[in-house]
């Protein structure tokens, strides 16, 4: 599987940004699908997860209430959409998956990765 972000860029802190992730191959609806982040000089953190069916999701506690993730398995790609940005959610984000049920916060649990979009939010 192979996972291409967009969506990244500079917004002002309030504002509000949408990150996609599209996968390559025909079984993306097998895979559970997460969002990390990892800002200069820091551990690659869990943002959220959504199940294959996308019935179940878990959002890290610094971004629930603000960040929605979503999927559209026919289009084979997992979204978030971020609002109220603050500064402290600028951070290089990745899409990841794994093959089975299991929404883990863990990045050593998920088998594929995407290259990264960047997230600048400005104060």
């Known amino acids: 599987v192979q996972l291409v972000e967009s969506g990244g860029g500079l917004v002002q802190a309030g504002g509000s940004l949408r990150l996609s992730c599209t996968a390559s191959g025909r079984t993306f609806s097998s895979y559970s699908m997460a969002w990390f982040r990892q800002a200069p000089g820091k551990e690659r953190e869990f943002v959220a997860a959504?199940?294959?069916?996308?019935?179940?999701?878990y959002y890290a506690d610094s971004v629930r209430g603000r960040f929605v993730i979503s999927r559209d398995n026919a289009k084979n790609t997992v979204y978030l959409q971020m609002n109220s940005l603050k500064p402290e959610d600028t951070a290089l984000h990745y899409c990841?998956?794994?093959?089975?049920?299991?929404?883990?916060?863990?990045?050593?649990?998920?088998?594929?990765w995407g290259q990264g979009t960047q997230v600048t939010v400005s104060s």
């Open positions: 959504i199940s294959r069916n996308a019935g179940t999701t």
């Open positions: 990841a998956a794994r093959s089975g049920t299991y929404l883990s916060r863990m990045p050593r649990d998920y088998d594929y």
